[in-house]
């Protein structure tokens, strides 16, 4: 069964630093990866995807993806951090089936310093 | 295009007492999905809907959950009767067709709180 593993379950990091966020995933054939950001009190907005083709993927609010199928990864990185980037962050496989439904990671909690 | 919209925002019941959610997907989205996120954890699917039909509600707890999507619309979920463990975030979402790789549109939640 597939799985998402997010190691890190909090992150501070000082405003304009880079960041790294970590993703692993377990998934038999070449999987749909997606990226959610999540602010409090509100839903889930898709940051970025991965199908297939490039496995440099740019998504919204200069995040971007790299998957790497030799190491199961698709983390998630930002060249210089803003302060309205604290957040949780999920990432998420999609499941056997063509289905649509999604299996998520526990999330990464961002914390942002001034 | 209007958002995912969800209510009541936040619900406060007591043990044994039933509760109900309402779903309005995006415009002309054919897929409904229903999770759950309990605090400090990711969303977990508990039902997902291609139009009217249920996909999977393989993790939904039928004992005393139930959801319904009458005309392929709106959707409501029901809890009945409440425990504890049900705490959580109720979250909805939608997508153009329940096929792999497209991306799901959340709502804001429901946030229930069971005393």
């Known amino acids: 069964a597939q799985s998402v593993t997010q190691p890190d379950i909090h992150i501070t990091v000082s405003e304009g630093a880079s960041l790294e966020l970590r993703c692993n995933y377990s998934y038999g054939a070449t999987p749909y990866l997606f990226w959610y950001v999540q602010s409090p009190g509100q839903g889930l907005q898709l940051l970025l995807k991965y199908f297939s083709g490039d496995t440099l993927v740019q998504g919204i609010k200069g995040f971007e993806a790299e998957f790497k199928r030799s190491q199961s990864s698709f983390n998630l990185r930002k060249p210089s951090v803003h302060w309205s980037d604290a957040a949780e962050y999920f990432c998420?496989?999609?499941?056997?089936?063509?289905?649509?439904?999604?299996?998520f990671g526990q999330g990464t909690t961002l914390q942002v310093k001034p | 295009e209007a958002g995912v919209a969800q209510s009541p925002r936040y619900k406060i019941i007591e043990k044994r007492q039933s509760v109900a959610f309402w779903c309005n997907p995006i415009s002309g989205h054919a897929t409904l999905y229903w999770y759950q996120q309990i605090l400090g954890q990711g969303p977990k699917l508990l039902i997902q809907f291609q139009n009217n039909g249920v996909v999977d509600d393989s993790q939904l707890p039928k004992d005393r959950f139930s959801a319904e999507r009458l005309k392929g619309v709106d959707s409501t979920l029901k809890i009945q009767p409440a425990k504890l463990e049900d705490s959580a975030v109720y979250l909805c979402?939608?997508?153009?067709?329940?096929?792999?790789?497209?991306?799901?549109?959340f709502g804001d939640g429901t946030r229930l709180s069971i005393l």
């Open positions: 998420a496989v999609g499941a056997d089936g063509n289905t649509g439904k999604l299996i």
């Open positions: 979402a939608s997508s153009r067709s329940g096929t792999g790789g497209q991306p799901q549109h």
